[in-house]
């Protein structure tokens, strides 16, 4: 895993480079997908730079990818490791222009996340963790060792454009928010210690959790769905995700903080 990581990192800054080229254009191509979901050029031109740079590090690995059409799980339930992507997690703040959108790499193996790299084009960041080799924060080429925070206030972090009551209803504490756009970024505040919590409500896929997980794990937390059961990858025919928690400091005790048992 760590030959990959490095060469994956330089990947994740060179999609994040194609995107924010077209961030600075007029026409950023944007057009509906069959589920209804936003893409844009910018979408299209990362998977590209990651389809051809992965396929060059390791042509024996497959790629499964957002931008991609996804292969029935008859032909690829033997994959042993296959790359996960989503090329910009984060589409609809892309197009809004909130610079909270990142390119996001997994490694797995034996169905579970041992590599992710996530890049935050905007900001120039990257967190990135191996599977037993902790969680990092790289800004301006220096790194540095991310964990959870322990308990104090318990911070939710939120999404810009979802109401807070979606989320607020299934939490029996009080919290402060801290709002951000992409699922992953939100998961890389709580890998770092900035907020505890993450509830994600609706639609995503596999890909939208798949490096968080490393990371946020390496950082001393976990991810789980709504009813504290492990997530699961490339094990169904769907690649969509069931809701999911986000979750830091296993102090905090969230089954008693969260009552999933109201969705």
Known sequence: MQTYLEPCIELAQLAGKAI??????????????????????????ANEVLL?????LAPDIPIMSEETPIPPLEQRQ???????????????EFILESGDFAVNIALIENHQPVLGVIHWPAKGITYFATKEGGAFKREQGQDQQIFVAPPDTLTLAVSRR???????????????????????LKACIIAEGKADCFLRVGPTGEWDTGASQVIVEEAGGCITDAEFNPLTYNQRESTENPDFIVM??????????????QR
């Open 78 to 92: 033997s994959w042993q490791r296959y790359w996960l992507l989503d090329p910009m997690d984060g589409t609809g």
């Open 162 to 184: 979802q109401k807070i009551e979606a989320v607020s209803q299934y939490l029996n504490s009080q919290f402060d928010t801290i709002a951000l756009g992409s699922c992953s």
């Open 248 to 261: 830091g400091h296993p102090d905090w005790q969230f089954q008693k903080l969260i009552s999933p048992h």
């Open 20 to 45: 924010m080229a077209i961030y600075q254009q007029d026409d950023i191509g944007q057009q509906e997908k069959s589920d209804h979901t936003p893409v844009t050029a910018a979408d299209l031109a």
């Open 52 to 56: 051809t740079g992965l396929t060059a």
